[in-house]
């Protein structure tokens, strides 16, 4: 608009934003690696918004070489000063992996024991310094890293910081950076409201305060599914974020086959969980409670459902009945083992894990084990080892091994027992299915027949099309209210 009044610096952005599409970003000489057609494509996309001044939600499929493509992007700007990556405790040590082999001009420092404030001050260019959430949200650390001009700040899997609330993303809104990037494969997992959190980070104020965004965009998005709001706030986000998806850029991954397995309850099964739900829903019915307190006792009801499903005995310590998901389990497994395969194991309950882990014993059946309880540097060798051969099966629980590993030795991957949330599960899938696989991937969800487990599984279509919603094409959004979550005991 050529008769727009505008004030020097508004002029100032409109000259940045020419200036970007006539930037042409050369791929650092020092970068040692080659990148894909679709990599070097994000890389050219980081660096412009770089040089534009904004920041950036990279949230590429997994396994399609995020770091990667941000430690070129790294690289352009790290003689400028140092660089701040914040990630899970399971992906730090991939970082300082991947910069020793595609970046070796960084200097990698992991913030961890040692004196902090010293290495602080002695930050130089080409510095990167790796730090955990866990110690992000530590509120001197969180005071000293706010303290330091970052040229870049890099938090990777970034769904870490969805939530408002929590101190690791209030840290992390004190962060000052030159360019922000955000790495994750899960930008939208339950709500909009996560997303409003992300691009508060990456770029303040865009959206508007949380009062206006919940007002112009989630309220009339998620009751009435209203689609020229839809359409607009896809709009606002389009030039910050870049996703794309396995089946639009890897070609030679091989295919993806995923199948529920019914699982049937024994009788006396049945009649332990049929007890537990109606003396549950008794319970809560003569409950006063109400607001966050009952939402908490539905959870905790519906925690113990999902337990009686995997194994009788999460229930009933003494109990002598056998699982019959686990008898399917085995029968699986023999097959697999048979015919020379390597599966990935995933159950969000530790103590589930356990009674798998002591059948394998019985059952001489070598594995590797990994739970948040794992050290970080045990953590790398089981993975080296299983990726070397040692190991037909890889017990994981699904926190701790969903993001970071890269276990493409296994084709098979199965999961035990249904998570609210599919996002998360697809993570965990992908430390199979990604680049480097070279053999179909066969996914199995082991699901109890007439149970919550089906009704979670039932869920998860609502949850893809929330993520789908924004990220292509479609239009539902969804908050499991109190009300809602007593629906699936009923």
Same mark, same amino acid.
């Given at each position: 608009?050529?008769?727009?009044?505008?004030?020097?610096?508004?002029?100032?952005?409109?000259?940045?934003?020419?200036?970007?599409?006539?930037?042409?970003?050369?791929?650092?000489?020092?970068?040692?690696?080659?990148?894909?057609?679709?990599?070097?494509?994000?890389?050219?996309?980081?660096?412009?918004?770089?040089?534009?001044?904004?920041?950036?939600?990279?949230?590429?499929?997994?396994?399609?070489?995020?770091?990667?493509?941000?430690?070129?992007?790294?690289?352009?700007?790290?003689?400028?000063?140092?660089?701040?990556?914040?990630?899970?405790?399971?992906?730090?040590?991939?970082?300082?992996?991947?910069?020793?082999?595609?970046?070796?001009?960084?200097?990698?420092?992991?913030?961890?024991?040692?004196?902090?404030?010293?290495?602080?001050?002695?930050?130089?260019?080409?510095?990167?310094?790796?730090?955990?959430?866990?110690?992000?949200?530590?509120?001197?650390?969180?005071?000293?890293?706010?303290?330091?001009?970052?040229?870049?700040?890099?938090?990777?899997?970034?769904?870490?910081?969805?939530?408002?609330?929590?101190?690791?993303?209030?840290?992390?809104?004190?962060?000052?950076?030159?360019?922000?990037?955000?790495?994750?494969?899960?930008?939208?997992?339950?709500?909009?409201?996560?997303?409003?959190?992300?691009?508060?980070?990456?770029?303040?104020? %865009?959206? *508007? /305060?949380?009062? #206006?965004?919940?007002?112009?965009?989630?309220?009339?998005?998620?009751?009435?599914? =209203? !689609?020229? $709001?839809?359409?607009?706030?896809?709009?606002?986000?389009?030039?910050?974020?870049?996703?794309?998806?396995?089946?639009?850029?890897?070609?030679?991954?091989?295919?993806?086959?995923?199948?529920?397995?019914?699982?049937?309850?024994?009788?006396?099964?049945?009649?332990?969980?049929?007890?537990?739900?109606?003396?549950?829903?008794?319970?809560?019915?003569?409950?006063?409670?109400?607001?966050?307190?009952?939402?908490?006792?539905?959870?905790?009801?519906?925690?113990?459902?999902?337990?009686?499903?995997?194994?009788?005995?999460?229930?009933?310590?003494?109990?002598? %009945?056998? *699982? /019959?998901?686990? #008898?399917?389990?085995?029968?699986?497994?023999?097959?697999?083992?048979?015919?020379? =395969? !390597?599966? $990935?194991?995933?159950?969000?309950?530790?103590?589930?894990?356990?009674?798998?882990?002591?059948?394998?014993?019985?059952?001489?059946?070598?594995?590797?084990?990994?739970?948040?309880?794992?050290?970080?540097?045990?953590?790398?060798?089981?993975?080296?080892?299983?990726?070397?051969?040692?190991?037909?099966?890889?017990?994981?629980?699904?926190?701790?091994?969903?993001?970071?590993?890269?276990?493409?030795?296994?084709?098979?991957?199965?999961?035990?027992?249904?998570?609210?949330?599919?996002?998360?599960?697809?993570?965990?899938?992908?430390?199979?299915?990604?680049?480097?696989?070279?053999?179909?991937?066969?996914?199995?969800?082991?699901?109890?027949?007439?149970?919550?487990?089906?009704?979670?599984?039932? $869920?998860?279509?609502?949850?893809?099309?929330?993520?789908?919603?924004?990220?292509?094409?479609?239009?539902?959004?969804?908050?499991?209210?109190?009300?809602?979550?007593?629906?699936?005991?009923?």
């Amino acid at each position: 608009v050529d008769d727009l009044k505008a004030d020097q610096l508004w002029q100032e952005h409109c000259q940045k934003i020419q200036d970007m599409h006539q930037f042409s970003p050369q791929l650092p000489s020092t970068f040692q690696g080659d990148l894909r057609d679709y990599q070097l494509e994000g890389f050219h996309w980081l660096a412009r918004l770089s040089h534009w001044g904004v920041g950036a939600c990279l949230a590429d499929d997994m396994g399609l070489g995020k770091t990667i493509q941000a430690l070129a992007a790294i690289l352009t700007r790290a003689s400028a000063g140092p660089t701040l990556i914040v990630a899970p405790t399971s992906v730090c040590f991939n970082w300082i992996d991947e910069c020793f082999k595609f970046a070796p001009t960084l200097n990698p420092l992991l913030f961890g024991s040692g004196n902090r404030q010293e290495i602080l001050d002695n930050l130089q260019p080409f510095d990167l310094l790796i730090c955990s959430y866990g110690l992000l949200q530590q509120e001197s650390v969180a005071a000293m890293l706010a303290e330091v001009s970052w040229q870049t700040i890099v938090l990777d899997e970034a769904q870490f910081i969805k939530n408002m609330t929590t101190k690791r993303s209030q840290a992390a809104m004190k962060l000052q950076g030159q360019f922000k990037l955000i790495t994750t494969g899960t930008p939208l997992e339950n709500h909009l409201g996560e997303l409003w959190n992300l691009f508060r980070f990456i770029n303040p104020g %865009l959206l *508007g /305060s949380w009062k #206006q965004f919940n007002e112009r965009f989630i309220t009339p998005i998620e009751s009435d599914q =209203h !689609k020229v $709001l839809h359409q607009k706030l896809k709009r606002l986000i389009q030039p910050f974020i870049l996703r794309r998806t396995k089946t639009q850029v890897l070609s030679e991954l091989p295919p993806r086959t995923e199948t529920v397995l019914s699982v049937e309850l024994s009788n006396e099964e049945m009649a332990l969980y049929e007890a537990l739900r109606r003396d549950s829903l008794e319970q809560l019915t003569a409950s006063d409670d109400s607001g966050g307190q009952k939402h908490l006792q539905v959870l905790a009801a519906l925690m113990k459902l999902r337990r009686c499903c995997c194994h009788p005995t999460l229930i009933l310590n003494d109990s002598s %009945l056998n *699982g /019959s998901k686990l #008898q399917l389990f085995q029968e699986i497994l023999e097959e697999l083992l048979d015919n020379r =395969h !390597k599966a $990935l194991v995933f159950s969000q309950f530790v103590d589930h894990l356990q009674i798998v882990k002591a059948h394998l014993d019985q059952h001489n059946i070598s594995y590797q084990y990994l739970d948040g309880s794992t050290p970080k540097k045990e953590r790398q060798r089981r993975v080296k080892a299983f990726q070397s051969g040692d190991g037909d099966v890889f017990l994981i629980s699904l926190k701790a091994g969903g993001t970071g590993l890269n276990l493409t030795a296994a084709d098979y991957v199965i999961h035990l027992d249904p998570w609210w949330n599919p996002a998360v599960e697809d993570q965990a899938t992908d430390r199979a299915y990604r680049i480097g696989q070279q053999r179909p991937v066969t996914v199995y969800r082991l699901v109890a027949k007439d149970t919550i487990e089906e009704k979670i599984v039932q $869920l998860h279509h609502r949850k893809r099309d929330l993520a789908d919603s924004l990220l292509s094409g479609t239009d539902v959004s969804a908050k499991l209210s109190t009300a809602e979550l007593l629906d699936l005991m009923k």
